[in-house]
Nanobody, 120 residues
């Protein structure tokens, strides 16, 4: 079993930056893909960014050029550096992990979520 714990959410003004972290524990060696989903009020959950164990990355079009995902395999931790934040980035951000090389809505491991609020 794998447990995921996020940190780093908060309130920031538009144009500002935040960095999210997610650390895996339990049996992190079974994990390949890690990444972040978000759910904004009244919207469906969407994939923001993911990264494989070999550090191959994937981004949603809405965050390309503004967000950067990275990973420290030795620490079983994934990071999401969010720059040039917009009010539409306001959402609960969830860390997710899977034994495959990509994330799915049905991926088995999820963190409890961390709130990101961007004020205009």
């Amino acid at each position: 079993q794998v447990q995921l714990v996020e940190s780093g959410g908060g309130l920031v003004q538009a144009g500002g930056s935040l960095r999210l972290s997610c650390t895996a524990s339990g049996n992190p060696f079974s994990i390949n893909a890690m990444g972040w989903y978000r759910r904004a009020p009244g919207k469906q959950r969407e994939l923001v960014a993911s990264i494989t164990q070999s550090l191959s990355t994937n981004y949603a079009d809405s965050v390309k050029g503004r967000f950067t995902i990275s990973r420290d395999n030795a620490k079983n931790t994934v990071y999401l550096q969010m720059n040039s934040l917009k009010p539409e980035d306001t959402a609960i951000y969830y860390c997710a992990a899977d034994r495959f090389t990509r994330l799915y809505n049905s991926s088995p491991y999820w963190g409890p979520g961390t709130q990101v609020t961007v004020s205009s």
